[in-house]
Every structure is written in C-alpha cells, then in structure tokens.
C-alpha cells in the first residue's frame, strides 16, 4: 500500500474521486490533506473520511517544519488537485518526480499564472477553441512546466459555453486523474 497526500484547496471533487476509486483496492491509502482554505469543500470529504487535515498559510507552507510533518506522513506521491499556491523548491527538492498536478487544459496552452478555474475555460471558449481537455504533470518550481505524463482531449462545439467546458473537462478529470495515479504508483 502507497501513502498519497492530497492537497486542494477547492470543492474536492477530484478528490472524492480519488478516493471513491482507491477505495478497497489496497493501493493506495490517502494519509492526509493539505489545504489553505478555510471552508473549502474538501475540508468535509476529510472529515468525513477521517483524513488528517494540515493547514496551512504561507509562511507555514515554507518552513521547514512544515516540510519535516510531510516527511512524518511518509509520502510515495503527493498530489495536487486543485491547489493554487506554487510549491516550495525545498518541498520540489526533498520529493523529485513525486510531485504531480492536473490542470483544466491542454499544456502548454493556457497555463500559468493566473490561469485556473474558470479563468481558464472562459479564455478557452474567447479564443474559439475546438478543443480542450486537461494534462496531468509534474511539478517543478515553475507554475504549469514539469513534463507531462498524460493529456486526455475533449472536442468543443460550436455552441458550447464555458460552464459546459468546464463540466467536460471535470470528467476527463474524475476518469483519468484516479488511474495515472494508479499507473505511477505500480
Ligand atoms: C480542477 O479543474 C483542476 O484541474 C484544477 O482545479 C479544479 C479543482 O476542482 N487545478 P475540484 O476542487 O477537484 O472540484
């Protein structure tokens, strides 16, 4: 069994995804999430899944006590699903290649600062895109440029708004991020 830490920040879904797919299988078992916000949805998946939570702000996040709990946790992978902030290079440097991220788009179009959530599908949508989709990576000291494990793509129509893409996208999402998981933990 691999431990994973989940950081997010947001609604969880991919998270409930995660562990909705781990569930029972004895892969992996999620040992705690880290999350910097206050009443972010995530925060009841791990209470109700009885996760450990670590809190953080930013001067937590870059200090070496913070770095040192991880290290307690024992992590194989540490993944982001929905986390904002940009990883420590002390934290990139102490877990090389075991850092991932998913981003809502087709790397290295439409990454970057600044480029999440919606921001994301509604510049998608301006530039009359006839594609989308979402690149699972991994993290280096730099937003959005560790090399690319996997993209999966998903077709635009003509019509299609930004709420519909980013629905889409979310499915991709809950389908691929589970099992490129599952593949880099075998
Ligand atoms: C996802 O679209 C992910 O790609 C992005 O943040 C979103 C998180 O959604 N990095 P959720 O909190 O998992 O529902």
């Known amino acids: 069994m691999k431990n994973i830490i989940l950081f997010a920040s947001g609604a969880g879904s991919n998270v409930q995804a995660i562990l909705d797919y781990f569930e029972g299988k004895n892969i992996a078992k999620p040992v705690a999430i880290v999350c910097n916000k206050a009443g972010a949805g995530v925060l009841n998946i791990a209470e109700k899944h009885d996760i450990p939570v670590e809190m953080i702000n930013k001067e937590r996040f870059s200090s070496e006590d913070f770095i040192n709990k991880i290290n307690t946790y024992n992590p194989d992978l540490l993944i982001l699903a929905g986390f904002l902030w940009k990883i420590p290079s002390a934290l ?95």
């Open 92 to 186: 990139v440097e102490k877990y090389p290649g075991k850092i991932i991220n998913i981003h809502p788009a087709l790397l290295p179009k439409y990454g970057g600062k600044g480029m999440y959530g919606m921001n994301v599908h509604n510049t998608v949508i301006e530039q009359k895109e006839k594609e989308s989709g979402i690149t699972i990576h991994y993290v280096n000291e730099h937003y959005d440029e560790g090399n690319v494990i996997v993209q999966a793509h998903c077709t635009i129509a003509e019509d299609d708004t930004p709420e519909m893409l980013a629905q889409n996208i979310h499915k991709l999402e809950h389908f691929y991020f589970p099992r490129a998981i599952e593949f880099l933990l075998k």
